[in-house]
């Protein structure tokens, strides 16, 4: 069974930064994409980021492209996304995504339980 | 404003069958695959359909998907009271934005079923 859990979130403050972690077992991590999805409270699911397989390929949404940075050691079946500047938009739920294949465009067939970010002062 | 257009709530009585919309356009549903989640209360999302009208092992066959054109459907037929959930739809957008980077993944904005 796929298990995918999440750390590193809190409460930060405007402008500061935060890195999330997410620890991948039961699957072999290295054939899969994976994801950062967040759900801001009481919306909707926004997609945040994908790495594909080997980290030769990574999308950002808009709106954090050149803020967040993810990342991923296969070695340690570990993904990774680093936030920096901060902004009270970026609270939510953060999940960890697994994709249902190497490449970014295939679907999320496992999700964690979600680490919680608040950007507040 | 998400890029997928579902309608913000559906319902039906036990028994019942019911269909959750998505539409889109010719960068996201048009040219890619949907895939359908469900979010129970209070827990993460969960995947119901893929690839447009396949249903990962465990799913039961009363949850449907089909797509056409730029347009998608979630049906749910035999409706039970443990189908309460939000469902969301997703597509992979392969468009380009102002500064030339791809959009990537989109959702709708989810649609809040109540069984009556």
């Known amino acids: 069974e796929v298990q995918l859990v999440e750390s590193g979130g809190g409460l930060v403050q405007p402008g500061r930064s935060l890195r999330l972690s997410c620890a991948a077992s039961?699957?072999?991590?290295?054939?899969?994409?994976m994801h950062w999805v967040r759900q801001a409270p009481g919306k909707g699911l926004e997609w945040v980021s994908g790495?594909?397989?080997?980290?030769?390929?990574?999308e950002y949404a808009d709106s954090v492209r050149g803020r967040f940075t993810i990342s991923r050691d296969n070695a340690k079946n570990s993904l990774s996304l680093q936030m920096n500047s901060l902004r009270p938009e970026d609270t939510a739920l953060y999940y960890c995504?697994?994709?249902?294949?190497?490449?970014?465009?295939?679907?999320?067939?496992?999700w964690g339980q979600g680490t919680p970010v608040t950007v507040s002062s | 404003q998400s890029v997928l257009t579902q309608p913000p709530s559906a319902s039906g009585t036990p028994g019942q069958r019911v269909t959750i919309s998505c539409s889109g356009s010719?960068?996201?549903?048009?040219?890619?695959?949907v895939h359908w989640y469900q979010q129970l209360p209070g827990t993460a999302p969960k995947l119901l359909i893929y690839?447009?009208?396949q249903r990962p092992s465990g799913v039961p066959d009363r949850f449907s998907g089909s797509k056409s054109g730029t347009s998608a459907s979630l049906a749910i037929s035999g409706l039970r009271s443990e189908d309460g959930a939000t469902y969301y739809c997703?597509?992979?957008?392969?468009?380009?934005?102002?500064?030339?980077?791809?959009?990537?993944?989109?959702f709708g904005g989810g649609t809040k079923l109540t069984v009556l």
């Open positions: 995504a697994k994709g249902g294949q190497s490449t970014l465009n295939g679907w999320f067939d496992a």
């Open positions: 039961g699957l072999t991590f290295d054939d899969y994409a």
């Open positions: 790495i594909n397989w080997n980290s030769g390929s990574i």
């Open positions: 010719s960068s996201n549903i048009g040219t890619n695959y």
């Open positions: 690839k447009n009208n």
């Open positions: 997703a597509a992979w957008d392969d468009s380009l934005n102002a500064w030339g980077s791809l959009i990537g993944w989109v």
